[in-house]
């Protein structure tokens, strides 16, 4: 089953200089963080600030392009995590193919950097979308506190002083205690 997911920020891995999206879902206190490039954090910011740049940076030659091909960005999908690295797809729809709105035949999957997908989601303003199984191997659960302010203060907190080392051991501490503890085979980058 697909999850919708939102960005609920972007910050920096302070202890590795790398940036982080966190991607939520609502009502639900479990995030993805995904960490991303330095360019693709700064196109991904200028689209949440909603800031215009004098030419087309390369996010929007791409979505320049798709458009230009009569189709359209339709959602964007994060759909594996092998090796500590997300993988994601670009769902565009031909809009010559059909004129049916769900088509199947008329949906073209792109394989993407989650990053590259993100930022054109948001420049889209599509879905951005996982499953139930990305989110119990590479979410973390954030707890819950009694008064908003407190919440965002503990998550904001959290992201800040995050540590790359801090978070592996505490996502698989958090695994041994589900029973489905695995072998560490993580390379540290995602």
Not at 22 to 43: N, R, Y
Not at 159 to 184: A, L, P, S
Request: aromatic share 6%; hydrophobic share 35%.
């Amino acid at each position: 089953m697909l999850r919708e997911l939102k960005i609920k920020a972007l910050m920096l891995d302070k202890n590795h200089n790398t940036p982080v999206v966190i991607l939520g879902m609502d009502k639900s206190p479990m995030v993805l963080p995904i960490w991303i490039g330095s360019c693709e954090a700064m196109a991904l910011s200028l689209e949440i600030e909603k800031s215009d740049f004098p030419r087309p940076l390369t996010h929007d030659l791409l979505v320049n392009v798709i458009e230009a091909l009569d189709a359209q960005v339709s959602k964007v999908i994060i759909d594996s995590l092998k090796e500590n690295t997300y993988y994601a797809k670009l769902i565009i729809k031909d809009l010559t193919y059909s004129d049916l709105e769900d088509d199947p035949n008329s949906m073209i999957e792109i394989d993407c950097r989650p990053s590259d997908a993100i930022v054109v989601a948001v420049k889209k303003n599509v879905p951005i979308y996982t499953t139930d199984e990305i989110i119990l191997e590479g979410g973390i659960k954030i707890e819950e506190s009694s008064q908003k302010e407190e919440k965002e203060k503990e998550f904001k907190d959290f992201v800040e002083n995050m540590n790359i080392d801090d978070f592996k051991n505490y996502f698989h501490r958090e695994r041994g205690e589900k029973g489905n503890e695995k072998k560490d085979t993580d390379n540290g980058n995602s």
